[in-house]
């Protein structure tokens, strides 16, 4: 009975959670469908539902070069981070040098470092080498702090994958760049596509670079793009328009997570090698 009272109290527990961060995201979509006039009633459930907010958002030039950016803009930022990460993060578990905890600290500590306080600096060195406001300007930010990430994520998993797999592969005759791409990487695949998750997420929803670095539609981002919706008036009020622009944007990162969810969890709780 203890037993059984116990993992009630933990369900009434998770569902609280849920509620928690479900709860404003159904507001967020019940603010999308709503008319300009009923945005203000407070009313949770749309008494009159419309697809104008949408419509409006897809017929904005700026909204859809901003998704096409981000689009752009975050697949180069994670693969240059995956890429360069699996190696570092190879290096580290695999290799015995003085530092190696060091450089993991370092690593962290970058991508812990408050964004804000680089805003300024950055935008000095963009504007002095002609970065400002081009997607170069941009991905290289988003790889800084993404690849830290990338890096500690995959260094557990490359300490789970046994040596004897490596060396028996260049026993076989494959070099050790042949033994890392089809032998390591293959086997830390879960890791690999979760770090890569984690990196899109961290480019996709950057607000702070894409609004300091940016002045125009030419790398601006979607969610920089939002911050410059206004009504069809004067008098009209965006938040419609705002709340389905940020649907919009949400659903890609739903998408990649549900497709990928058996190798996320895999990723974050098995490791490389399944015992």
Wanted: proline content about 6%; glycine content about 6%; some cysteine.
């Amino acid at each position: 009975m203890a037993g059984s009272s116990r993992g009630v109290r933990w369900a009434l527990v998770d569902l609280l959670v849920l509620l928690y961060a479900l709860v404003p995201v159904v507001w967020l979509v019940s603010l999308s469908v709503k008319t300009p006039g009923a945005v203000a009633d407070g009313s949770f459930v749309p008494r009159e539902w419309t697809w104008r907010n949408y419509r409006s958002i897809f017929a904005n030039d700026e909204f859809l070069r901003g998704l096409v950016n981000s689009l752009g803009i975050g697949l180069i930022s994670t693969l240059i981070a995956v890429v360069i990460g699996t190696m570092a993060a190879y290096a580290i578990a695999r290799l015995r040098f003085p530092g190696r905890s060091v450089i993991l600290g370092v690593s962290l500590l970058i991508a812990m470092f408050p964004q804000i306080s680089l805003v300024t600096p950055l935008f000095q060195i963009e504007r002095a080498l002609g970065l400002f406001n081009t997607w170069p300007g941009l991905i290289l930010p988003y790889v800084t702090f993404a690849l830290p990430l990338t890096i500690y994520t995959l260094s557990n998993f490359f300490e789970e994958i046994p040596w004897e797999l490596e060396k028996a592969a260049k026993m076989d005759g494959a070099t050790p760049l042949q033994a890392f791409r089809l032998v390591i990487v293959p086997l830390a695949a879960p890791g690999v596509v979760t770090a890569a998750i984690l990196a899109f997420i961290v480019c996709w929803n950057d607000f702070l670079f894409a609004i300091s670095l940016t002045s125009s539609s030419t790398a601006r981002t979607a969610p920089a793009a939002i911050s410059f919706f206004t009504g069809a008036s004067q008098f009209e009020d965006p938040t419609g328009s705002i709340a389905a622009a940020a649907v919009v944007i949400t659903i890609p990162i739903v998408i990649f997570v549900l497709f990928f969810q058996r190798r996320i969890v895999s990723g974050l709780t098995s490791g490389a090698v399944k015992g």
